[in-house]
Antibody
Framework: EVQVVESGGGLVQPGRSLRLSCTAS????????MNWVRQAPGKGLEWVGL??????????AYAASVKGRFTISRDDSKSIAYLQMNSLKTEDTALYYC??????????????WGQGTLVTVSS | SYVLTQPPSVSVAPGETARITCGGD??????VHWYQQRPGQAPVVVMY???HRPSGIPERFSGSNSENTATLTISRVEAGDEADYYC????????????FGTGTKVTVL
């Protein structure tokens, strides 16, 4: 059974950093792109970024709203993806989901989602 | 950047058909995916590549995509279909990102 579990959320002050983890099981983690999607309270879904599989160079891409502040990495030996969030802003407050990307290169849809981890940025 | 527009809400009686639209400039040239999000739960993909239904999703769900509108159709609506629905596409190019629609709240009367 495919499972994706996020962790690491919490309350953090503006300008500080936080690292989220996404632990996966039930599939060959290294074969898939992993994405982060967030949802602010009462709002819609917003794609944050992705890390491609090693077969596609393990490269990353980010939404404009987080580019330069957030970094995604992966450890295929542990089946974990990370979201390093620096210079956090109040508008980064959201439930952060980790999702598996399936489909052709970059033409991904998100077929498995975790339950999310809540990040609250507030002083 | 690319924008996907959905109606904020759709109301439908049990047993009737709900049609949720997703409008975007020439969206018919892109692959559209649909997600269902029940209250307090994570999204679930209910349609991918316009009209492909994942295993476990009832045949009552169908999708189409043409010109400037993609549509998710739910036939014989049940109470359990009440949820928020989001469409999504990939926008490559210089502003690479994945775009979600604005979301539609489906209410079963």
């Amino acid at each position: 059974e495919v499972q994706v579990v996020e962790s690491g959320g919490g309350l953090v002050q503006p300008g500080r950093s936080l690292r989220l983890s996404c632990t996966a099981s039930g599939f060959i983690f290294g074969d898939y792109a992993m994405n982060w999607v967030r949802q602010a309270p009462g709002k819609g879904l917003e794609w944050v970024g992705l890390i491609r599989s090693k077969a596609y160079g393990g490269t990353t891409a980010y939404a404009a709203s987080v580019k330069g502040r957030f970094t995604i990495s992966r450890d295929d030996s542990k089946s974990i993806a990370y979201l390093q969030m620096n210079s956090l802003k109040t508008e980064d407050t959201a439930l952060y989901y980790c999702t598996r990307g399936d489909g052709g290169y970059d033409m991904y849809y998100f077929d498995y989602w975790g339950q999310g981890t809540l990040v609250t940025v507030s002083s | 950047s690319y924008v996907l527009t959905q109606p904020p809400s759709v109301s439908v009686a049990p047993g009737e058909t709900a049609r949720i639209t997703c409008g975007g400039d020439n969206v018919g040239s892109r692959s559209v995916h649909w997600y269902q999000q029940r209250p307090g739960q994570a999204p679930v993909v209910v349609m991918y590549y316009d009209s492909h239904r994942p295993s476990g999703i009832p045949e009552r769900f169908s999708g189409s995509n043409s010109e400037n509108t993609a549509t998710l159709t739910i036939s014989r609506v049940e109470a359990g279909d009440e949820a928020d629905y989001y469409c999504q596409v990939w926008d490559g190019g210089s502003n690479f990102h994945y775009v979600f629609g604005t979301g539609t709240k489906v209410t079963v009367l």
